[in-house]
C-alpha cells in the first residue's frame, strides 16, 4: 500500500519546473504554494514523491536535473498522456505556443481550457487544474510547460524539437 502513495502526480511535475525555473534563488514551501495556487501539504507531499523517485535531492530543494530532464524526455508522454479535444476558447499550448510556433507553423491550436482566453483551439487538459493562473504571470513557466504538452500531444517533429529545447533550458538553468 505503501507504493501507491509514493507514484508521481502530475503536479509533481509542475512544482519541479517551477523549482527549476528559480534557479538558485531561494524559495519556502508556502511561496511556491502560492504561486502555483496548491496548498502548501500539497507542495510537501509533492517533494516527497519527486525525492523517492530521485528528481529532487534529499534536502528537497536541488531538482536533479538529469533524472527530471531524462523523465520528461521520455516518460511523460507514458505517465501523463493526452489527447486533443473539443474546441474551446483557451490560453495556447503545445507547438502553437512560445517557443515553438517560432519554429513550427501550422494552423492547427492546441489550448488549456480558460474561459478568460483569447484563443481558440483544440482542448488539452494541463497537468494541474492551477497551471493557467500560475502560467499567466510566469512567462518561463509558461514556456516549459508548453514543451512538456509538445511531448505529451505532439506529433514526432514537434516532439524532437520540443524535446531538444526542453533539455536545454533545463540542464543549462
Do not use: C
Request: glycine share 6%.
Amino acid at each position: 500500500m505503501q507504493q501507491s502513495r509514493n507514484n508521481l502526480k502530475p503536479q509533481d511535475i509542475l512544482i519541479l519546473l517551477k523549482i527549476v525555473v528559480l534557479g538558485k534563488q531561494s524559495w519556502f514551501h508556502h511561496t511556491i504554494a502560492q504561486e502555483l495556487g496548491i496548498s502548501q501539504s500539497e507542495v510537501s507531499q509533492s517533494l516527497n514523491r519527486s525525492r523517492y523517485a530521485g528528481l529532487i535531492d534529499a534536502s528537497r530543494k536541488q531538482v536533479n536535473k538529469l533524472a527530471f530532464t531524462e523523465f520528461l524526455l521520455h516518460g511523460v508522454a507514458y505517465a501523463f498522456p493526452q489527447q486533443p479535444g473539443a474546441i474551446v476558447r483557451g490560453v495556447l499550448t503545445a507547438h502553437a505556443a512560445a517557443p515553438l510556433n517560432q519554429i513550427i507553423k501550422s494552423d492547427e491550436k492546441y489550448v488549456w481550457p480558460y474561459a478568460k482566453g483569447l484563443e481558440r483551439g483544440q482542448a488539452i487538459e494541463p497537468l494541474y487544474n492551477t497551471v493557467v493562473a500560475a502560467t499567466l504571470a510566469d512567462k518561463e513557466l509558461y514556456e516549459l510547460l508548453t514543451l512538456v504538452d509538445a511531448i505529451r500531444v505532439g506529433r514526432i517533429r514537434e516532439k524532437e524539437i520540443a524535446k531538444k529545447e526542453l533539455e536545454k533550458r533545463i540542464l543549462n538553468a
